[in-house]
């Protein structure tokens, strides 16, 4: 509500008494003084500051990938890419296990990073995949290192999945992981998922 400011404004009239002397002179008439107006303080309405609220931009629906997709190898029912760096990155904006990883892990030890997918879904996925290094012996050759096997969650029919091959193998020159076979499971996981599983090559020197 609106406090409204009064202003009153008081007159006084200062009448002075006669004086009624012998004589017979004329008295002196009275006289009236002015009122002093008293002008009050303007004040100042307060400012009441809007709240912008800003409105969330809606991402546009991602659209779904074109099957079957191109660039991928092909074995039956089954499709496999190595993954770019950069596509790398940008699964790991939608997955939440691969943007871990790449964070805590794949900055130390060997990684890699697949997109695989079939034409009939999968219950779970298993990689076999090696760790590659260079011969101590013969700069020129590539030895194995040791085995990897990564197990993750499975994929509907048509999806590509993104998957992460993470090693205990610290990065060194000439590192890196290759020769890898996608298995597409069905039925019950027999172990952990997801996990990845490293075994040193027995015959490394």
């Known amino acids: 509500m609106r406090k409204l400011l009064a202003l009153f404004l008081t007159t006084s009239l200062l009448i ?3 004086a009624y002397a012998a004589t017979s002179k004329p008295t ?5 003084s002015k009122a002093k107006i008293v002008k009050a303080a303007a004040t100042k309405k307060p400012v009441v500051k809007k709240k912008v609220v800003k409105r969330k931009k809606k991402l546009p ?3 779904p990938l074109k099957w079957p997709p191109g660039g991928f190898e092909k074995k039956g029912e089954l499709y496999a890419k190595t993954a770019t760096p950069k596509e790398l990155l940008i699964a790991g904006t939608e997955n939440k296990f691969i943007q871990s990883n790449l964070i805590a892990k794949c900055h130390l030890t060997a990684c890699l990073g697949i997109f695989v997918g079939s034409e009939t879904g999968c219950d779970w996925w298993e990689i076999n995949s090696n760790v590659l290094g260079i011969d101590p012996n013969n700069p020129t050759e590539r030895i194995i290192l040791g ?3 990564t197990s993750v969650s499975g994929s509907k029919a048509k999806t590509i999945k993104a998957i992460l091959l993470i090693s205990n193998e610290p990065i060194a020159d000439g590192l890196g992981i290759g020769a890898y076979t996608a298995n597409c499971r069905m039925g019950t996981p ?3 998922i997801p996990s990845n599983i490293y075994t040193v090559s027995p015959n490394r020197s």
């Open 16 to 18: 002075p008494t006669q």
């Open 28 to 32: 002196s008439k009275p006289s009236a």
């Open 61 to 63: 629906d991602k659209k």
């Open 147 to 149: 085995s990897l096997i």
């Open 190 to 192: 027999t172990g952990k």
